[in-house]
């Protein structure tokens, strides 16, 4: 069972809605204080370097299904559609990030 809902509701019910938003807080601090002790830093030197295009291409592709997912709210029961422009946007970010996997990168 998910413990998130339950403790949600029960702050909502208790304290009111805002403090919903403290729930994270003490995680958060259990968290900021294990991991340093935990898990072990390491320096790899043939480790892979950041790709900057990929997550450029992450970023652009989340961007326009958040896009996407507002407006259709918008959209739903009209015929419009998303105009051309943004549609050949999100296909040239797809073959973007598929000539990349593809490319070994």
């Not at 390491?42 to 997550?55: C, F, M, Q, R, S």
């Not at 970023?59 to 029961?77: C, E, N, Q, V």
């Given at each position: 069972?998910?413990?998130?809902?339950?403790?949600?509701?029960?702050?909502?019910?208790?304290?009111?809605?805002?403090?919903?938003?403290?729930?994270?807080?003490?995680?958060?601090?259990?968290?900021?204080?294990?991991?340093?002790?935990?898990?072990?830093?390491?320096?790899?030197p043939?480790g892979?370097?950041?790709?900057?295009?990929?997550?450029?291409?992450?970023?652009?592709?989340?961007?326009?299904?958040?896009?996407?997912?507002?407006?259709?709210?918008?959209?739903?029961?009209?015929?419009?559609?998303?105009?051309?422009r943004?549609?050949?946007?999100?296909?040239?970010?797809?073959?973007?990030?598929?000539?990349?996997?593809?490319?070994?990168?």
């Amino acid at each position: 069972m998910a413990l998130g809902p339950t403790l949600g509701g029960l702050l909502a019910s208790w304290f009111g809605w805002r403090w919903i938003f403290y729930a994270n807080v003490p995680f958060c601090l259990a968290l900021a204080l294990a991991v340093p002790r935990l898990v072990a830093e390491t320096n790899d030197p043939d480790g892979h370097p950041l790709d900057p295009l990929g997550v450029a291409l992450l970023t652009i592709s989340l961007g326009l299904a958040i896009d996407a997912l507002l407006r259709r709210g918008r959209l739903i029961g009209r015929k419009s559609r998303l105009p051309r422009r943004q549609r050949r946007g999100g296909a040239r970010v797809r073959l973007a990030a598929i000539a990349q996997s593809a490319s070994g990168a």
